[in-house]
């Protein structure tokens, strides 16, 4: 079955503790992106990536970092994290070749305390 | 520039009515205008899409009415059902320019019975 997938779906950590979600898709695709979701904002880009080895950042990369040495993976960390990084994160993949459409995995809810 | 604005925030429909989302952007270099649909515990998933070569496009109960000079684009759902109930975001993209899209606020639809 073609998809998204984030780990961990939910998470509640402290200020400062480091943390990964992770996220894969299956279907081979050279675009992926991290959104995070906020009520009364919508989705806001995070980082993105075109390809392997290629990453940029989004409208919101501060306290984020990303990484994408292979094709299928594209972990989101947090270094440190804090109480404004509380929110609901989407992995999102889709095929370079202009197809439009974006595949999002099915959410990760962090809260920061 | 960016910016895609949404409105209603909410909207409450009876069933068979019809349900109207607006969206309004401003950067004239978007060329691929896509609806969303997120479920409660879900991510989102493509629900139509539209590019500016056309000004209506047609699936099944849901249109997407497009006016370019007014750079304005609308969700119709016709026949409006329960199952309907859902989150519902518009975007905006350069298809050719890294596939990063603006994504709307969002429009909470609830179809009552």
């Known amino acids: 079955e073609a998809q998204v997938t984030q780990n961990p779906r939910y998470l509640i950590t402290v200020t400062g503790k480091k943390l990964t979600v992770t996220c894969s898709q299956n279907?081979?695709?050279?675009?992926m992106s991290w959104y995070r979701q906020d009520p009364g904002l919508g989705l806001r880009q995070i980082y993105y990536s075109m390809n392997v080895e290629v990453t940029d950042k989004g409208d919101v990369p501060e306290g984020y970092k990303v990484s994408r040495k292979e094709k299928r993976n594209f972990p989101l960390i947090l270094e440190s994290p804090s109480p404004n990084q509380t929110s609901l994160y989407f992995c999102?993949?889709?095929?370079?070749?202009?197809?439009?459409?974006?595949?999002f995995g099915e959410g990760s809810r962090l809260t920061v305390l | 520039q960016q910016q895609v604005k949404q409105s209603p925030q909410s909207l409450i429909v009876q069933k068979g009515g019809i349900s109207i989302i607006n969206c309004a952007y401003e950067?004239?270099?978007?060329?691929?205008f896509p609806w969303y649909q997120q479920f409660p515990g879900k991510g989102p998933a493509l629900l139509i899409a539209?590019?500016?070569?056309?000004s209506e496009k047609k699936e099944g109960r849901f249109t997407i009415s497009f006016n370019k000079s007014a750079k304005q684009f609308s969700l119709h759902i016709m026949d409006s059902q329960p199952g309907d109930s859902a989150t519902y975001f518009c975007?905006?993209?350069?298809?050719?320019?890294?596939?990063?899209?603006?994504f709307g606020p969002g429009t909470r639809l609830s179809v009552l019975p």
């Open positions: 975007a905006a993209s350069e298809l050719g320019y890294g596939q990063n899209f603006v």
């Open positions: 950067n004239t270099a978007f060329d691929y």
């Open positions: 999102a993949s889709s095929f370079w070749a202009n197809t439009g459409e974006l595949f």
């Open positions: 539209i590019r500016p070569d056309v």
């Open positions: 279907m081979n695709h050279e675009y």
